[in-house]
């Protein structure tokens, strides 16, 4: 399994302990297989097994006696020979640890150097991942850059994993605020249908319909018969719908060709008629409730437990419930999806916990399908206080993206860098600092929490920060440039000698970049992605190490190079590469030079 160097070495554990345990203790059923990292300290091994506790407990339970050395005793006793494993030890209280074998190491090592950095094998799913997911006219706010940033991560680390992922933007373009925004754009621009408006600024274009709709009556009414007219698909209606979508639509757009975001459009809208199916699917079903006019529905029928969801409102119109049930419906029956994944701010994690149940209830969902709410904290500002300009307005994406530009360029000029790179160059490194600092800061905080946005702290280059990683990667790069050595013949030189890892550095940065696998897959499972860029730092910072102590290429007095050791700059070849797999799978761009 390990031809490729994508060996998940937990995994491979976890069945190499799992034929041991089973074989020692044929009578326990599902014994528990606990497998971890050894953590820093190298007299605990590169990994431990901690089973042997809890079946001692499990066989105790049963009245046999033993204890947990006797029992990791017996489990060693029952461990097959694996390439992956040097020895294996009983320690402390009934502790397994194991360390890695080297030429296993080095053979991965090879491996990525020869055919690159490969994805571990996952059974193919479809996962259809919902993220960004605007509203029309609305502003889209920092709220939606986190699901944005956070969602094409999620994307693209399960793309690499060869999943097949469809990238849905669930665009709010299919509320009653229409009403008011085509009613306004009426009397605006009454040529709209000729004459495409010139509405450069759609969100003060909803302030004024905005304000229209509370202070004048007459122009409610026309509001809502606005929203009538549409519904029922009256062409002018649709026409006007259009415009304002597209207006919205091109302002977005500006967001993710700056961001690097492919998504598909496909918006509330577009459920429109499966709603009145899905309704009277439930109807018919007998799932809905009358509750004072209105139509519910629970998603625990017995325990009528938390709050139910809203089908039908009571004047007989639809809510973001229904459209999230006729959703997850169409994902079901006409993607034929196997993951459903949302990505939203943490407030709505009951409405998906409903909709999850009530889909359940109904069938739509089978049970090997699963639903996941990709939940996030707010952004605030430096003051802790939720995230404004300084005179109070919410602050517009696009300028905060520009700031990011002018900030990024401040620091590498401060940095002396406009004197070393060409213009071009130097117009690369801006935008991957700017673009990959915003994204990394988001995506190394635990999403769960509410996180301070401070452009200070994510253009700092010390600390977990991607301007430090951006840096350490060029810096990698860089010796390779130094040896003058291309990968060609890297490849030649250490196939001549064979490659050894010698140096202790050598080897504990070995064993950090052969977890990439392990890592990945955590990822792709939890999807907490910072964890990847916890190892990200892990692996720069063990490089560090390495580099400290372990010269690669030697010069003389005259900076003449005398020696260059191959194994090292192949291992700063992994190295390299895997840091740039991972950030290209948080989204960030590498220069090859800052
Ligand atoms: N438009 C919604 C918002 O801005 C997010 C939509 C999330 N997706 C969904 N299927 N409900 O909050």
């Not at 990698?476 to 890297?490: E, G």
């Amino acid at each position: 399994s390990s031809v490729e160097g994508n060996v998940c070495i937990l995994d491979e554990l976890k069945n190499i302990f799992e034929v041991a345990i089973t074989s020692a203790y044929p009578n326990l059923i599902d014994p528990p297989i606990v497998i971890t990292l050894s953590g820093n300290n190298p007299k605990f091994g590169d990994y431990q097994c901690n089973s042997a506790m809890a079946i001692s407990q499990l066989l105790k339970a049963n009245n046999i006696k033993t204890n947990p050395r006797e029992v990791a005793n017996n489990i060693l006793n029952k461990t097959p020979t694996s390439p992956l494993i040097e020895r294996i030890e009983v320690a402390g209280a009934g502790f397994l640890n194991i360390y890695l074998n080297k030429e296993f190491a080095e053979h991965v090592l090879n491996c990525i150097l020869r055919f690159g950095v490969k994805p571990p094998p996952l059974k193919r799913e479809r996962i259809i991942v919902d993220f960004s997911s605007p509203n029309i006219a609305k502003e889209m706010h920092v709220g939606h850059l986190r699901s944005t940033i956070i969602g094409d991560s999620i994307c693209r680390v399960l793309e690499f994993l060869n999943q097949d992922v469809l990238r849905i933007n669930h665009l709010g373009d299919w509320g009653t605020q229409f009403g008011m925004l085509i009613a306004h754009l009426q009397d605006k621009f009454p040529n709209f249908k000729t004459h495409s408006p010139p509405i450069s600024d759609l969100q003060a274009f909803y302030k004024e319909s905005k304000k229209r709709f509370d202070e004048d009556e007459e122009f409610k009414k026309r509001a809502y018969a606005c929203v009538v007219n549409l519904q029922s698909g009256h062409a002018d209606y649709i026409t006007a719908w259009k415009l304002i979508c597209e207006v919205s639509r091109q302002e977005f757009q500006k967001i993710y060709d700056r961001l690097d975001i492919k998504i598909i459009d496909r918006g509330e809208s577009f459920y429109h008629s499966r709603m009145n199916t899905v309704v009277k699917e439930l109807k018919d079903g007998g799932y809905l409730e009358d509750d004072e006019g209105r139509l519910i529905m629970w998603g625990d029928p017995v325990k009528h437990d938390g709050i139910p969801l809203t089908i039908v409102k009571s004047d007989g119109g639809y809510t973001y419930d229904t459209s999230d049930m006729a959703t997850i419906k169409q994902r079901v029956e006409e993607e034929r999806g196997d993951r459903f994944i949302y990505v939203t701010d943490a407030g709505q994690y009951t409405h998906f916990v409903i909709i999850e149940a009530c889909a359940r209830r109904a069938g739509i969902l089978k049970s090997g399908q699963k639903v996941e709410h990709v939940g996030f904290g707010v952004v605030l500002g430096e003051d802790k206080k939720k995230f404004k300009t300084r005179s109070g307005d919410t602050i517009k994406l696009i300028d905060l993206l520009d700031e990011g530009l002018k900030r990024a360029l401040d620091k590498l000029i401060e940095k002396g860098r406009d004197k070393v790179l060409t213009p071009e160059e130097l117009k690369q490194a801006q935008e991957a600092v700017a673009y990959g600092c915003i994204k990394y800061a988001d995506l190394s905080h635990n999403r769960v929490n509410d996180y301070v946005f401070s452009f200070d702290k994510m253009l700092d280059d010390k600390g977990n920060t991607a301007v430090y990683l951006l840096y350490a990667l060029t810096r990698i790069r860089s010796i390779a440039r130094t040896a003058q050595i291309s990968i060609d013949q890297l490849l030649v030189e250490v196939q001549k000698s064979g490659f050894k890892l010698s140096h202790d550095s050598e080897w504990k940065l070995a064993k950090v970049l052969l977890r990439f696998p392990e890592v990945i897959l955590k990822v792709s499972n939890d999807l907490y992605m910072h964890s990847l860029c916890e190892y990200l730092y892990e692996i720069s910072s063990t490089f560090t190490e390495f580099y400290d102590k372990c010269y690669c290429v030697e010069k003389d007095k005259e900076g003449k190079i005398v020696k260059i050791i191959y194994e090292r700059l192949m291992l700063c070849e992994v190295t390299a590469r895997i840091m740039e797999k991972s950030l290209d799978i948080l989204g960030i761009k590498t220069v090859s030079r800052m």
